[in-house]
């Protein structure tokens, strides 16, 4: 897979959530060889001091209709910016980048569970949209009840979901990974889970610990800053028990005992 660099027509750009937007681009290339757990780097011009791209993950891709969506956090000038732009305009892209999901293996008896903590979501979507085997089961952690994210999304794609807040404002009072647990006490001896995580360094690791405690196997996508996104500034490296590796290069997607916590 070889990455492209290509300007994107906008086709929406709108809030879906308390300071969160989803962006919908026409960008046939990278729809068609996308694949889940890739990323893009993001060119935000005209943001006062927003000089690096920005990675995000493929949220979507609709290959028919020529077009993938990211979802993103507003968090400082460059996704400011970036949801200031309109319908009609385009952004310079490069993508896909980064090592995906493995998931074609899957086994009918398999129940795949994504787990997601905040903006962890993006890339899960994907990857419940290219699942065929076994059954979906979506996992969503959030602050508060405004802060939840794409439960919509993965019900549409035959997902059970279930909600973890902090406060309490929805589903179960507590972390994600509580619910993690529940689910994997109470789960049909009949079906092999199967995981899959994207979110917090905190909740990873907290999902590391139930895979040891479970002997189990997990699959998650690291969240880290990006100054180029194709390996050559080694700013954001891991330690793996390989040794120090890059998210954006050997990643975003590791496998959970191959990262040291």
Known sequence: MSALQTDATIKANGRVAHRFSRIV??????????RPGNFVMVKVPDAAGALLRRPLSIHK?????GRIELLYEIVGPGTCALSRKKAGESINVIGPLGNGFDFHSQQRDALNILVAGGIGVAPLVFLAQRLKKGKMLALIGARTA??????????????AVRIATDDGSAGLRGRVTDLLVDVLMRREKDFCPVLYGCGPKPMLEAIARVCRE?????????EAHMACGIGACLGCVVQTTRGYERVCKEGPVFRIDDLVW
């Open 61 to 65: 891709a609709e290959a028919g209709r």
């Open 146 to 159: 405004a802060h939840i994210l794409c439960a919509a999304d993965f019900r549409k794609l035959g997902c």
């Open 25 to 34: 681009l026409e960008a046939p290339e990278l729809s068609r060889t996308a």
């Open 214 to 222: 479970n002997r189990m196997q997990a699959q998650v996508s690291l």
